[in-house]
């Protein structure tokens, strides 16, 4: 007897569909996926077949939901040997030294590149913080930290003179995974004002651009600055004898 093939449901043929433009790159991670409405034109099926479609792949962690935004493709982590990236503040936290100074808290509109970070829209606000962390009362870093609001409702109603933001955070909503970026920058007046550089040290500043998720929702974005004299990854491989 002829072997009949296998007809796949409606929801498993659009998964296919959509993890066959992921897998070949056609849909890089953040790529806006197509609408449950412009799937249920396109392959002429309900939109609960659509819907489940979309809900399988972000239960499986391969697309991202936003309420009112729309789905895309989830980040891919990647197996590779990890790197610390050291926090000087943690350092200053740990020593009991630490203490900041609080520039602006307040709740914002998005701007463009910030809000394309977080997946949210322009028209929605998110809270922001730009703080200026100090060791022994000397400042050595400027923080500006955008927050998603709906997962950290009570962020702006912290006092943040004990405590730093990012450790509210991580007690409210625990990172699920990280995305970092490291970059040298010249430091701009009020971050070299607020860090206490003078024209002669404030060359270079390492910036680490920081996006943490908690579960398949942007939780914030942070961009740190400090001075690159203050900044070592890795051990102390430093040598001062004389070569021979």
């Known amino acids: 007897m002829p072997v009949e093939a296998v007809k796949l449901p409606q929801f498993a ?14 849909w890089p991670s953040g790529t806006r996926t197509p609408s449950e409405n412009e799937l249920c034109s396109i392959f002429s099926v309900s939109r609960m077949t659509a819907r489940r479609a979309l809900q399988e792949l972000a239960d499986q962690g391969i697309l991202s939901r936003a309420p009112g935004l729309g789905t895309f493709v989830a980040e891919i982590e990647l197996q590779t040997p ?9 350092q200053a936290i740990q020593s ?5 100074r609080i520039l602006s808290l307040g709740a914002i509109s998005a701007p463009a590149k910030i809000a394309e970070l977080m997946h949210r829209s322009t028209v929605t606000e998110i809270y922001q913080a730009i703080i200026v ?12 930290l955008y927050v998603n609001p709906d997962l950290i409702p009570a962020f702006l109603k912290q006092n943040y003179t004990k405590i730093t933001p990012d450790v509210y955070l991580d007690w409210i909503s625990p990172v699920s995974s990280a995305d970092h970026q490291l970059e040298a920058v010249l430091p701009s007046p009020i971050q070299r004002r607020e ?8 060359a270079v500043c390492m910036q680490l651009n920081q996006r943490c998720w908690s579960q398949q929702t942007v939780r914030n974005y942070s961009q740190l600055v400090h001075p690159a ?8 491989l430093n040598y001062s004898g004389n070569s021979q």
């Not at 860090?195 to 404030?202: K, R």
């Open 82 to 90: 990890s790197l610390d990236i050291p926090n000087i503040v943690d």
């Open 133 to 144: 962390h100090l060791d022994k009362q000397t400042p050595i870093q400027w923080q500006a």
């Open 229 to 236: 004299s203050r900044f070592y990854l890795g051990p102390d």
């Open 96 to 100: 009991g030294s630490y203490s900041s």
């Open 195 to 202: 860090l206490g550089l003078t024209a002669e040290s404030s």
């Open 13 to 26: 043929l659009i998964k296919q569909y959509i993890k066959d433009h992921i897998d070949s790159g056609a």
